[in-house]
C-alpha cells in the first residue's frame, strides 16, 4: 500500500490561489494514477481532479474547471492540484488518491489537508 502525503492547504483570500502537494512513496508512484478528492464539513467527499501514470489523461470535475489544474512530476513522485480564483464553496478537506484498479484512483488516500478561504 502506498503512502500518500499532503501539503499546501491553508487560508487563504476568496479569488486567491494555492497549490495542493502530494508525495508519494516512490516504489508505487510511477504505477499509479493519482487523484485529489474533497469533502467540506456536512457534504459528501467529491472528486476534484485525476491524472494518469504517464500524465497523458486528465479529468477535472465541472465544479472547477478553468481554475483548477493536476499535475504531475514522476521524477519527484509528487503530485500537484493547482487551485485558481478560490471561492467560498471550495473550502474543505483535500485528500490525495492513488491506484491503478479504478479511475478515478481510489486505491490508497493521503490523510487530507484543509482548505479555507475568506471572504
Known amino acids: 500500500q502506498g503512502q500518500l502525503v499532503e501539503s499546501g492547504g491553508g487560508l487563504v483570500q476568496a479569488g486567491g490561489s494555492l497549490r495542493l502537494s502530494c508525495a508519494a512513496s516512490?516504489?508505487?508512484?510511477?504505477?499509479?494514477?493519482m487523484g485529489w478528492f474533497r469533502q467540506a464539513p456536512g457534504k459528501e467527499r467529491e472528486f476534484v481532479a485525476a491524472?494518469?501514470?504517464?500524465?497523458?489523461?486528465?479529468n477535472i470535475a465541472d465544479s472547477v474547471t478553468g481554475r483548477f489544474s493536476i499535475s504531475r512530476d514522476n521524477a519527484k513522485s509528487t503530485v500537484y492540484l493547482q487551485m485558481n480564483r478560490l471561492k467560498r464553496e471550495d473550502p474543505a478537506v483535500y485528500y490525495c488518491?492513488?491506484?491503478?484498479?479504478?479511475?478515478?484512483?481510489?486505491?490508497?488516500w493521503g490523510q487530507g489537508t484543509q482548505v479555507t478561504v475568506s471572504s
Open positions: 516512490r516504489r508505487t508512484f510511477g504505477n499509479y494514477a
Open positions: 491524472i494518469s501514470w504517464s500524465g497523458g489523461r486528465t
Open positions: 488518491t492513488g491506484g491503478h484498479r479504478s479511475w478515478p484512483p481510489r486505491d490508497d
